[in-house]
């Protein structure tokens, strides 16, 4: 499977943006989905997942009730949507899929997108 990530972007505190995930060879179906991202100098970590049913939804605890994940099986796609952005949001943002393990951990997902960058000014 190969994971495209787009629609990073610079948005002002307080904007919104929308994530998408698109598998450009294989199919997402059965994979649980995940979006991570990385900050410069900090280390990878766990943003949001999903199940590959969407019954389903996991959220870190600084993206909760702010970031929303969602999947579109038939589109092969995963999308984050991200209100209320903070400066601290500010990271490359990836999206990986994985079919067991621990789902907060990068280590367990088997393929990762190429990232896009969120940039969020104060």
């Known amino acids: 499977v190969q994971l495209q990530a787009s629609g990073g972007g610079l948005v002002q505190a307080g904007g919104s943006l929308r994530l998408s995930c698109a598998a450009s060879?294989?199919?997402?179906?059965?994979?649980?989905l995940g979006w991570f991202r990385q900050a410069p100098g900090k280390e990878r970590e766990f943003v949001a997942g999903?199940?590959?049913?969407?019954?389903?939804?996991s959220y870190s605890a600084s993206v909760k009730g702010r970031f929303t994940i969602s999947r579109d099986n038939a589109k092969n796609t995963v999308y984050l949507q991200m209100n209320s952005l903070k400066p601290e949001d500010t990271a490359v943002y990836y999206c990986?899929?994985?079919?067991?393990?621990?789902?907060?951990?990068?280590?367990?997902?088997?393929?990762w997108g190429q990232g896009t960058q969120v940039t969020v000014s104060s």
């Open positions: 999903i199940s590959w049913t969407s019954s389903s939804t």
């Open positions: 990986a899929c994985l079919r067991g393990g621990n789902v907060g951990y990068a280590s367990s997902y088997e393929h």
């Open positions: 060879r294989g199919t997402l179906g059965q994979y649980y």
